[in-house]
């Protein structure tokens, strides 16, 4: 069973920091680009940073210069370096792959269940 599996979410006061990981398990050939999007409440989800499997980045304008997002491709795993944590970056924060699998080899995009993150002022 192929599955994303989030983990490092908590409680940190403002200014401080948070490391997320995410790894995919099961049946994969390989893995495309990888990402993070969070969806706090009463709003839609929106992406946050996001990392082509050759190293390339991108950041929401939110975040950039505080998060920092890093994959080993050797271990299927996809991190988020939260530094300079705000109250408005609280929200359940998603993991998401693009996974190619043997009855699906040109690639399905697949989601984690969610780690919570909040931010105290």
């Known amino acids: 069973q192929v599955q994303l599996a989030e983990s490092g979410g908590g409680l940190v006061q403002a200014g401080g920091s948070l490391r997320l990981s995410c790894a995919a398990s099961?049946?994969?050939?390989?893995?495309?680009?990888m990402g993070w999007g969070r969806q706090a409440p009463g709003k839609q989800r929106e992406l946050v940073a996001r990392?082509?499997?050759?190293?390339?980045?991108y950041y929401a304008v939110f975040v950039k210069g505080r998060f920092t997002i890093s994959r080993d491709n050797a271990n299927n795993t996809v991190y988020l370096q939260m530094n300079s944590l705000k109250p408005e970056d609280t929200a359940v924060y998603y993991c998401?792959?693009?996974?190619?699998?043997?009855?699906?080899?040109?690639?399905?995009?697949?989601w984690g269940r969610g780690t919570q993150v909040t931010v105290s002022s």
């Open positions: 990392i082509t499997s050759g190293g390339s980045t």
């Open positions: 099961g049946s994969i050939f390989s893995i495309g680009a």
């Open positions: 998401n792959a693009n996974l190619r699998l043997p009855a699906r080899p040109g690639g399905v995009d697949y």
